[in-house]
């Protein structure tokens, strides 16, 4: 069955470094997701992406934060300048089309900044 | 926009009994409703999902939530839990006029032997 892949599983990193966190979505999905999970809080949406663009972004997804599709499979998260509160467990997903697919998850990677 | 409640952060029962986690949603079209279970230290796996049709849906290890519209609710239920149901269980609406999907804040079972 195919899945949602990210690497790496796990990224230290010191503040103000950039981190790229990489996800291979599922092969033929059209919508892409990056979600954030603080340790022990609640699932954050922060950026949904279709069609090469960012369709929808929250709060959170402020200009330390971008996102790419370099080529036909990567789907990428950059965050420029690290800060404490970046650490967390970040989730990729994605989903085939409309007409209520879900969205699948990959692992996720734990970032830890100090 | 779509928001979701999780009635319930921490659910503790005993091993056999019947588990209800409550979720409520809003919204101002109609939604399509889910349910994720994060087990310690892993991703979220999708549980099971409401689209249209029959209210009472049924997913994988022998979780069911019934959709109900006049609630605004989607709770989900387990006649009889084990150790291993223990996890985070997160609800999830999507609107169908748009593709992004917003989770609760999720609720951790706890099965206790």
């Known amino acids: 069955e195919p899945e949602v892949t990210q690497t790496p599983s796990h990224q230290v990193t010191q503040m103000g470094q950039e981190v790229i966190l990489r996800c291979v979505p599922i092969?033929?999905?059209?919508?892409f997701y990056w979600y954030r999970q603080i340790l022990g809080q609640k699932v954050e949406f922060l950026v949904s992406f279709y069609n090469n663009e960012i369709s929808e972004k929250s709060e959170i997804f402020d200009d330390q934060f971008s996102v790419e599709r370099p080529d036909g499979s990567n789907f990428t998260l950059k965050i420029r300048s690290t800060k404490l509160e970046d650490s967390a467990m970040y989730f990729c997903?994605?989903?085939?089309?409309?007409?209520?697919?879900?969205?699948?998850f990959g692992p996720g990677t734990r970032l830890l900044v100090l | 926009a779509q928001s979701v409640t999780q009635l319930d952060s921490q659910v503790p029962v005993f091993e056999e009994a019947p588990v209800e986690l409550r979720c409520n949603y809003s919204s101002s079209v109609s939604v399509y409703l889910f349910w994720y279970v994060q087990y310690p230290n892993q991703g979220l796996q999708l549980l099971l999902k409401?689209?249209?049709?029959?209210?009472l849906v049924k997913g994988i290890n022998g979780f069911e939530a019934e959709f109900n519209k006049s609630q605004t609710s989607f709770h989900l239920r387990k006649p009889s839990v084990h150790i291993s149901d223990t996890a985070e269980y997160f609800c999830?609406?999507?609107?169908?006029?748009?593709?992004?999907?917003?989770f609760g804040a999720g609720t951790r079972l706890t099965v206790k032997p």
């Open positions: 999830a609406v999507s609107e169908r006029n748009n593709n992004d999907m917003r």
């Open positions: 409401y689209l249209s049709g029959s209210t």
């Open positions: 997903a994605s989903r085939s089309g409309t007409g209520g697919a879900p969205q699948y």
């Open positions: 092969s033929n999905h059209l919508y």
